[in-house]
Structure formats: structure tokens, C-alpha cells
């Protein structure tokens, strides 16, 4: 089969798994999420079995403990989250005026009666009253619907379980499948893939697990309103690098003046507490455990989420990292091709080639035993034998 009608057929196999999840994305989510979990704790299962538990062992394991921490999250944590994010985003429209009134009266040369940064406050404070709360109600019960309290607690546990039970049979089951001129450019580039993915998944998700629990407890501890909303959420929006620092330490400032205005010093704790996360993150954390090697950048990452989010909703949004990982790197190879291609290099591999050239490997001796002149035996009576006596 030519490179031409291979492009053809694999192209076609893309476009119809997209259409698929397209028009499928509601039902296949709990199994888009069973088979993400199962990817993300395939190396701690791998760890257990070498660690001389059985594969069935290790995945029990792994999935009860895995049961109780979800289950420990909805029933205690999540509750709070969504309750005090829910009495933050009513509550902003009056601390933006109370904010406005005060810094109005201590600054009022910056904030002049109807002046641009008044007007714009008013604006902001207008466009959460109106929007804000509904805008999280439809997220809440898009979310709730879309997922479902039966594909979080049956669907995608059970799911989760057997691939992980399964995961390294199916990865060799694909690789026998893979066609076979060009498996190991498609082993190379799952590698790569994988390393990308595994780097930026598991090591930012244990970045924003240890950004979170600092942000909630240290804004909980210094009793700011909301504190533990407001570190969840800056957590959460920190898979963008400086977006959830910057968006979470506005909104702690922000809660901070409007709660100790006459104490400033509990403000300056506040910001504090950012500016050590944001230092811990970009000096040891981010380093240490995501690495430089990861390759997603924040612009590239955005796009996949703004544009997978559109197109597929809220699978969309779960994929989204997933597929900019493969883009990625699919487009790194398509760029080294490229840059060793006539296209790019204005040359003709076939040009300027010499002429081939026999080489016949002999023994020593041959070419002169070739050239020497062919030996002619004389024509006569036999000589006499050498062992008989001569005649007298």
C-alpha cells in the first residue's frame, strides 16, 4: 500500500473517532474518565507488583484506596468548596462597592466620581451580580448532569478497575497491531507521548494537590472568608502556569482588604502566602517534580482547552490534555521531517550522488595469478620413471 492511500485510510479512522466522540461524548465520559485514572495509577500498580504483590492484589488495593479518598472528598470537602464559592460569587458585587467606597475615600484622587476606574469597578461589580451566580449554577448542573452520581460511584470505578487489571495485555495487544513498516516510528513517537503526558498529568497534578493544600490551609489559618474556595480554585486553575496565582492571590487580596481593612498587616499575610507558593512552585516544586522536558506550553495548552472544550463540551475539556500532549509531538516530528526534507533544504537527496562501484574481495595473489602468462606443457615420449632402472 503507498504512503498516499495509508494517509487516506488513517486519516479517515481519525475523522470518524471524532465524530464519534462528537455525537457519543455524554455516554463515553465515565469511560473516558475510568480509562484516565486507569493510565494515571498504572505506575503505582506496576510498583506493587514488583514490590511482590499480584497484579489483581495491587489493583484492589489501589482502587479501595482510591474509593475512599474520592469518597472522603464529596463527603467532607466538596460540600464546603461549593458552598462557600457559591456565597463568594454573591457576595462580590458588595465588596467591589465596599471596596470602592473605601479606597474612594483614603485615595480619592485615583478613583474620581465617574472616572474610567470608577466606572469600570461599577461595571465589574454589575456583570457579577448578573451573571456570576448564574453562570456557576449552569456550570454546577451542567457538571452534575453531564457526569452523573451513578458514572462517578459504578461506572467509573468498575471501568477503571478491569483496564487497569488489563493495562499491560491491551498495551501489547496494540502494539501487535500496530502496522508493521511503521512500528517503531509509532512505538517512538507513543513514547514520546507518553512521557509528555505522564510528566505533565501526574507531576502537575501533585503540584496543584501540594498548591492547594497550602493556599487552603494558609488562608484558612490566617481566618480569611472563603479561604478554603479560594486556594482550591487557584489550585485548580494553576494547570495554567501564573493563572491560578495571579486570578487566586487577586481574589484573596481582593476578600482580604474587603475583610481587614483596619488591620493591613493580615493583608500582607495574604499576599504572602501567594508570593511563597509561587516561589516554592517555580524553585523547587515545578523543577522537581514536572520537570523542563514536559513540552506543553501554557499557549498551547489554552488552545487545546478552548477549542476541545467548544467542540466536544465537557469531554472535551477532559481530553483536551491528552490530545495536546499527542499534537504536540506529533508536530515536533513533523517538524524535524520537515527541516530534513528537500522542501526545506532546496536539495535533492538523489543529486550528486557518485557512481556505485564493485568491490570483489579475493585472495592475495589472484590478480597476478590472472595476469601471468598461461604455461604450455611440452608434447613428447613419457619421461622415464624414476624408480626404474635405466636400460644399458
Known amino acids: 500500500m503507498t504512503a498516499r492511500k495509508q494517509l487516506i485510510w488513517w486519516g479517515a479512522v481519525g475523522v470518524a473517532l471524532l465524530l464519534a466522540l462528537w455525537l457519543l461524548g455524554q455516554a463515553i465520559l465515565p469511560f473516558v474518565i475510568g480509562a484516565g485514572i486507569a493510565y494515571l ?38 460540600p464546603i468548596v461549593i458552598r462557600q464559592t457559591v456565597q463568594l460569587v454573591e457576595a462580590l458585587p458588595g465588596m467591589i462597592a465596599r471596596l470602592q467606597i473605601g479606597l474612594t475615600q483614603r485615595f480619592p484622587g485615583i478613583l474620581a466620581e465617574h472616572g474610567p476606574l470608577d466606572q469600570g469597578l461599577r461595571d465589574l461589580a454589575s456583570m457579577i451580580g448578573d451573571k456570576g451566580g448564574k453562570l456557576l449554577g449552569s456550570v454546577l448542573n451542567s457538571v452534575a448532569s453531564v457526569v452523573g452520581v451513578l458514572a462517578l460511584l459504578v461506572i467509573v470505578p468498575v471501568v477503571a478497575f478491569y483496564l487497569l487489571l488489563d493495562w499491560d495485555h491491551l498495551v501489547a495487544r496494540v502494539d501487535a497491531l500496530l502496522p508493521r513498516a511503521h512500528a517503531p516510528v509509532i512505538r517512538h513517537l507513543a513514547r514520546e507521548i507518553d512521557r509528555t503526558l505522564s510528566g505533565f498529568v501526574r507531576g502537575q497534578g501533585t503540584v496543584m494537590l501540594i498548591q492547594g493544600s497550602f493556599y487552603s490551609l494558609g488562608l484558612m489559618a490566617v481566618g480569611l472568608p472563603y479561604g478554603l474556595a479560594i486556594g482550591m480554585g487557584a489550585a485548580l486553575l494553576g494547570i495554567i502556569p501564573y493563572v491560578g496565582t495571579v486570578i487566586g492571590g487577586a481574589t484573596a487580596l481582593g476578600v482580604a482588604m474587603y475583610s481587614f481593612w483596619n488591620d493591613p498587616i493580615w493583608i500582607a499575610v495574604v499576599a504572602a502566602i501567594f508570593v511563597v507558593g509561587q516561589v516554592v512552585e ?40 491528552p490530545l495536546a500532549a499527542a499534537l504536540g509531538v506529533l508536530v515536533r516530528f513533523a517538524t524535524q521531517r520537515y527541516v530534513e526534507s528537500p522542501l526545506y533544504t532546496g536539495r535533492d537527496p538523489a543529486q550528486g550522488l557518485p557512481e556505485p562501484i564493485l568491490v570483489e574481495l579475493a585472495a592475495p595473489g589472484t590478480l597476478l595469478a590472472r595476469r601471468a602468462p598461461p604455461v604450455v606443457a611440452a608434447v613428447g615420449p613419457a619421461a622415464p620413471d624414476a624408480d626404474r632402472p635405466l636400460d644399458r
Open 41 to 78: 495509577l498504572d505506575p503505582l500498580a506496576d510498583r506493587l507488583e514488583r514490590a511482590g504483590l499480584s497484579r489483581t492484589l495491587a489493583v484492589v488495593a489501589i482502587t479501595l484506596a482510591a474509593v475512599l479518598a474520592f469518597a472522603a472528598f464529596v463527603l467532607f470537602i466538596a
Open 282 to 321: 517555580g524553585n523547587y516544586l515545578q523543577p522537581r517534580i514536572v520537570g523542563n522536558h514536559v513540552g506543553l506550553h501554557p499557549v498551547w495548552l489554552l488552545l487545546a482547552l478552548s477549542v476541545f472544550g467548544a467542540l466536544f463540551g465537557f469531554v472535551g475539556l477532559i481530553i483536551a490534555v
